[in-house]
């Protein structure tokens, strides 16, 4: 019997072949594979139509990925301004911004590392940057320009694709959802890529509904778990925004017995934090919600999963949750779930391990390896119900 405690449990081999390099065109007419108990069946995705119904409603994660990453090219080079106003010129640099903070303020990848000193200014085609802090990962780099952040990396910089896909330019535009609206992630939720503007209007005609919310993809969303025992794994932080009557929507859903469709591990991870953060407004006095007071939730949970970071403003919530799906995990709110095929020993594999059981994902994995099935963020689909 396996020990689904344990990283290995978690590792499977994968052909290199079947890692898709480039989206399918259409998007909505690459593999499906249908899961429902222990039956499987091979579907293509616009079929999903014929399994979606009134009754459901998608929960989306509509945050939309920015072009957050520069490299010197033959166009491109990094001059850098010292104190003193020495400037030295870098042929072979990069940054790779990662998570708006404050006032022009971004967590930023660079490399390479030494050249990257604090108090240093970097010119790069005319917009200039400042190294103000360094931490043990990354640096904090100010933008000291006037023109906003988001155009000058629609002008100058890439979006930053999956480390298994080899980059090129007109890779980019199938890398973002159809209904991406909000600035700022660094990956795609790519459950979403699946879903063309003809399939949700097919949709919408079934009245099938939606509900969107935010959480913008950080970097390490591609990290493999690296302890032994995955209960000692620290998972990486997530900024959520949501509508703040979600709570009122969900509940006059779940009283109706509507089924709440997660699209992808992002919208999932965003649905099963809010028993969380509700445990912990409730605290303040801020909110009143029949069906979450219902849920069966611990404080020490709350303390672990929800920062207390949390702002409430123009009728948003913002929060960071670092929630932790594996198995033996209670899913509260999420009845069914659209996802991709996830990377080995990820994070990502242990939750649709926690939602499908151990035994059902290997089977689904296998035949999907058996069948040709294409793996990760350009890959095929999988709903598990």
């Given amino acids: 019997m396996k020990d689904l405690l344990n990283l290995d449990s978690y590792d499977y081999n994968l052909p290199k072949e079947l890692i898709a390099q480039t989206a399918f065109d ?10 429902k108990n222990w039956e499987i069946k091979d579907l293509i995705f616009k079929n999903i139509k014929n399994l979606i119904w009134e009754n459901d409603f998608l929960f989306l994660n509509n945050s939309k990925v920015i072009k957050a990453r520069i490299r010197t090219d033959e166009n491109i080079v990094f001059n850098f301004i010292s104190q003193d106003d ?5 042929n072979k640099c990069e940054m790779f911004f990662l998570k708006d903070l404050w006032q022009n303020e971004f967590e930023a990848l660079v490399y390479p590392w030494k050249k990257f000193k604090v108090w240093k200014q970097v010119d790069i085609s005319g917009y200039r940057f400042e190294i103000v802090w360094n931490t043990e990962e990354w640096r904090i780099i100010k933008y000291l ?4 952040i988001i155009e000058v990396f629609d002008k100058l910089w890439s979006m930053p694709l ?8 007109d890779k980019e535009a199938a890398y973002q959802p159809v209904f991406a609206q909000t600035s700022w992630s660094v990956a795609a939720p790519t459950a979403s890529l699946h879903f063309t503007e003809d399939l949700l209007k097919r949709l919408e005609k079934k009245w099938v509904k939606k509900l969107y919310s935010t959480l913008h993809i950080w970097l390490g969303t591609f ?16 900024t959520v925004q949501i509508p703040i009557d979600m709570f009122k929507q969900i509940w006059e859903l779940k009283e109706k017995w509507k089924n709440l469709i997660a699209v992808w591990t992002t919208a999932t991870r965003i649905l099963e934090s809010l028993p969380y953060l509700y445990k912990k407004l409730e605290k303040t006095n801020k909110l009143q919600n029949n069906y979450f007071n219902s849920l069966d939730v611990l404080d020490s949970d709350v303390e672990k999963f929800i920062s207390w970071d949390i702002l409430i403003e123009n009728w948003i919530i913002s929060f960071d949750t670092k929630l932790f799906i594996y198995p033996w995990f209670k899913y509260k709110l999420v009845d069914k779930l659209i996802t991709n095929f996830h990377l080995p020993k990820s994070s990502l594999l242990m939750l649709v391990v926690a939602f499908m059981w151990y035994e059902n994902m290997m089977k689904a994995y296998e035949h999907a390896i058996k069948n040709k099935y294409r793996f990760f963020s ?3 689909a999988m709903m598990i119900e």
């Fill in 223 to 238: 990290k493999v778990v690296d302890v032994q025992n995955i209960k000692d794994y620290e998972i990486h932080s997530e």
């Fill in 86 to 90: 020495k400037l030295s010129v870098c």
């Fill in 145 to 148: 320009w006037k023109e906003s």
């Fill in 378 to 380: 350009f890959g095929d």
């Fill in 162 to 169: 999956p480390p298994y896909i080899e980059y090129k330019k």
């Fill in 26 to 35: 259409p998007a909505d007419e690459c593999k499906l594979l249908y899961c």
